[in-house]
C-alpha cells in the first residue's frame, strides 16, 4: 500500500511557494495498531534456598552455573544451635507428657488462665510476624495455619477448663483435670518439637525443581520464620519450607564449605529456564485494548537484529506507580524463538534483559487506509484534506485502527478519492493545490 502510495504521489505548490504539499489516493490496505511497552524477561521459576539456622555451610555440591534437577542434593548447613533447639523441645515434650504430681493447695484455675494468656501472647505476635510476608500467597497460607493452631489450641483448652470446674464442683477428680491441662499444653510443645524437626530436616539442602544453580541470592523481603513455626501445630506450617523464608544477601565469593551463615542467609538459588516469559509495563490508558491473546513483537537491547515473538497470557489486576508518576499494570507473554536479520536462529534471552514489545490490539485486513500524516485533529473531529478540482476542501472522517504509518477510514471518504497526505496541517479551505 505504502508503495502505492508513492507511486501515485504528486506534488503541488501554490502561489510560487517551494513545493510543500503531496497528494495521495485513498486506497485499501491493512492496518496493525499497537500498544509498545517495557519489558523483563523472567525465568519459568526461581527459588532463593536459605539457611534454616544459624550455623556454617558443612558440605557444598554444586557450583555456579551447574544445571542440577529435581531433589538433587545441594548443600549441607553444619548448625549445633538447632540441633540443640530440637533436643530441648523434645525433652520439654517428654516432661510434659510424662505428668506431674500436683502439689497441696495448688490452683488449677490460675493455672489454665496462665496458659491461656501465654497462648494468647504467642498468637499475637505470630500474627504481627505473618503480616510483614511480602508474598500474599505465603501470608495467607501462614495466618490460615495460625488460626487452625488457635483453633486447635482453644478446643483443648477448653477440655481442661471443663475438667477443672468439674473438680471445683467435686464432680471431678485431680487426675482427670491434669490431663485436660497436659492436653492443651501438648499442643505447644508438639508443634515447637515438630518445627525444630523442620528446621533440622532442611539444613539439607534439595533443589525444587530442574534449573541452574547460582550460589548465593538476593536478601529476602521475609522475616524470620523460625519463632513463628515454633508456635504453630503441623497442619499450620508443615507446607511452609524452612529454608524459603527471608534473610541477607550472599554472594557466591562468600558461599563456601566452612562459611558462616545466619537465619535466612541466601545459599543456592535455582533458576528454571526451560521457559521464559516476558513482563512488561503496560499503561493505563492502554491495558483494556490489550486482549487475553494477544500477539507481540519483541526487540532486546542485548540482541542487535534479532526478531522475536510472544503472545499475552494473562494482565494483572493491581496497578503499579511508573517511573513518571502513571499508573500501569502488569501484562506477561510466553517468548518464541527469535531469528536474526540474517536469516540465522536468535540466541535464548537471559532472565532479567530488558525489551521492548509492540502488543498488536487490533489488526484490520483489506480496509481503507490513509497515510498517518493526512490526519489533522480538530478539537473533537479527525479531518482530512479532500482535493477537488484543483482545490482543498476539508472533510470530516472516522478513525478506526490506527497503526504508526497508516491509518483506517471508517466513514467520510471513498476509494480512489485524492487527500493530502503530506504538510496537511499548513492546507487553508479553497486553496488552490
Same mark, same amino acid.
Given at each position: ?8 504521489? /504528486? ?5 510560487? %511557494?517551494?513545493?510543500?504539499? =503531496? ?40 557450583? #555456579?552455573?551447574?544445571? *542440577? ?8 548447613? #553444619?548448625?549445633? &544451635? ?26 488449677? $484455675? ?27 500467597? =505465603?501470608?495467607?497460607?501462614?495466618? $490460615?495455619?495460625?488460626?487452625? &493452631? ?5 478446643? +483443648? ?7 477443672? &470446674? ?17 492436653? !492443651? ?16 530436616? !532442611? ?18 523481603? $521475609? ?28 554472594? +557466591? ?7 558462616? /551463615? ?21 499503561? %493505563? ?13 519483541? %526487540?532486546?537491547? +542485548? /540482541? ?27 501484562? $506477561? ?12 536462529? &536468535? ?45 482543498? =476542501? ?20 471513498? %476509494? ?10 499548513? *492546507?487553508? =479551505?479553497?486553496?488552490?493545490?
Amino acid at each position: 500500500m505504502v508503495a502505492a502510495l508513492a507511486a501515485g504521489v /504528486v506534488s503541488a505548490c501554490s502561489g510560487g %511557494e517551494p513545493e510543500r504539499f =503531496q497528494i495521495g489516493r485513498v486506497a485499501r490496505g491493512d492496518v496493525t495498531e499497537v500498544v509498545e511497552a517495557p519489558a523483563t524477561v523472567t525465568a519459568r521459576a526461581t527459588a532463593t534456598l536459605r539457611s534454616p539456622a544459624e550455623g556454617t555451610v558443612g558440605r557444598l555440591y554444586v557450583g #555456579d552455573g551447574d544445571r *542440577v534437577r529435581e531433589g538433587q542434593l545441594l548443600a549441607k548447613i #553444619d548448625s549445633p &544451635a538447632a540441633r540443640e533447639q530440637l533436643a530441648q523441645a523434645e525433652e520439654a515434650d517428654r516432661g510434659v507428657g510424662g505428668g506431674t504430681a500436683v502439689p497441696a493447695g495448688f490452683d488449677l $484455675t490460675a493455672f489454665q488462665r496462665k496458659n491461656d494468656r501465654s497462648a494468647d501472647q504467642g498468637f499475637q505476635a505470630a500474627r504481627k510476624v505473618a503480616m510483614k510476608i511480602p508474598d500474599l500467597k =505465603q501470608r495467607a497460607h501462614v495466618l $490460615t495455619g495460625i488460626t487452625q &493452631a488457635e483453633g486447635q489450641y482453644r478446643a +483443648a483448652a477448653d477440655a481442661a477448663r471443663a475438667a477443672v &470446674a468439674r473438680l471445683n464442683a467435686g464432680l471431678g477428680s485431680v487426675g482427670s483435670a491434669m490431663a485436660s491441662l497436659t492436653a !492443651a499444653q501438648r499442643v505447644q510443645t508438639r508443634a515447637a518439637v515438630r518445627a525444630a524437626d523442620r528446621t533440622v530436616r !532442611a539444613l539439607t539442602i534439595k533443589a525444587p525443581f530442574d534449573g541452574v544453580v547460582s550460589l548465593g541470592g538476593p536478601a529476602g523481603g $521475609t522475616p524470620d520464620l523460625s519463632g513463628l513455626l515454633n508456635r504453630l501445630p503441623q497442619q499450620a506450617g508443615g507446607q511452609l519450607p524452612a529454608n524459603l523464608g527471608g534473610g541477607a544477601a550472599k554472594d +557466591a565469593a562468600s558461599v563456601a564449605p566452612g562459611a558462616p /551463615v545466619a537465619s535466612g542467609d541466601a545459599v543456592v538459588t535455582v533458576t528454571d529456564v526451560s521457559k521464559l516469559a516476558l513482563s512488561a509495563d503496560v499503561d %493505563e490508558t492502554d491495558v483494556l485494548r490489550v486482549g487475553d491473546d494477544a500477539a507481540a513483537d519483541v %526487540e532486546f537491547d +542485548a /540482541v542487535p537484529g534479532g526478531s522475536y515473538t510472544a503472545r499475552v497470557t494473562g494482565t494483572g489486576a493491581t496497578p503499579q506507580q511508573s517511573s513518571g508518576g502513571g499508573v500501569t499494570y502488569k501484562v $506477561t507473554l510466553a517468548l518464541e524463538r527469535g531469528t536474526l536479520s540474517g536469516g540465522g536462529r &536468535a540466541p535464548w534471552p537471559k532472565p532479567g534483559m530488558s525489551a521492548v514489545v509492540d502488543l498488536r490490539v487490533r489488526e484490520e485486513r483489506g480496509v481503507l487506509t490513509v497515510p498517518s500524516a493526512a490526519i489533522v485533529s480538530s478539537g473533537r473531529e479527525s479531518i482530512v484534506w479532500v482535493v477537488a478540482f484543483g482545490k482543498a =476542501q476539508r472533510r470530516a472522517v472516522r478513525l478506526g485502527a490506527q497503526g504508526d504509518a497508516v491509518v483506517q477510514v471508517t466513514g467520510g471518504l471513498a %476509494e480512489g478519492e485524492r487527500i493530502v497526505v503530506r504538510g496537511a496541517d499548513g *492546507v487553508r =479551505q479553497g486553496q488552490e493545490l
